[in-house]
């Protein structure tokens, strides 16, 4: 089971002004935030991010997308962090998440789907590591 996941607050969700209500209901949800910025990834920062995506062939709007303004990135606790998470986002297309999840309330495609959720315990250190030192997690 594990206790961490990574999330990022993509930036149509930002441009849309539903930061502050994603957050809320992520702390509703039981999650602590063990870190937290806001930041703008470049295409190659991006690019690296989502290399796992790299032969898709979406990954190329992917990259633009996720450059094109600010993000907030976070790590959250809480048991079961990665499966419940995942719960609370909804599915990746909004049009297949379920009623209540932020991904039905606040996205609006399958590509500007408002938040990211890391899909196991082992990317979840990756992609943590990737925007926090260790002594930002605590
Ligand atoms: P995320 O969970 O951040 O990880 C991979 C991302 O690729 C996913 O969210 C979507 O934003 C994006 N993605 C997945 N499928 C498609 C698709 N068919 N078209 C565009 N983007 C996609």
Do not use: C, W
Request: net charge negative; proline share 2%.
């Amino acid at each position: 089971m594990s206790n961490r996941t990574f999330t990022m607050i993509k930036p149509d969700a930002m441009k849309n002004g539903h930061a502050g209500a994603i957050l809320d209901k992520i702390i509703k949800g039981g999650f602590r935030i063990v870190a937290l910025k806001q930041t703008h990834l470049s295409e190659v920062k991006a690019g690296q991010f989502y290399e796992v995506h790299k032969e898709r062939p979406f990954y190329g709007e992917l990259v633009e997308f996720m450059s094109s303004g600010v993000i907030i990135a976070a790590i959250l606790e809480k048991e079961n962090a990665v499966a419940d998470f995942r719960t609370l986002i909804g599915a990746t297309d909004p049009a297949k998440a379920d009623e209540g999840t932020i991904r039905k309330l606040f996205a609006t495609s399958v590509g500007e789907n408002a938040v990211h959720g890391s899909d196991s315990e082992e990317n979840a250190k990756i992609e943590g590591d990737f925007f926090f030192s260790g002594l930002e997690q605590f």
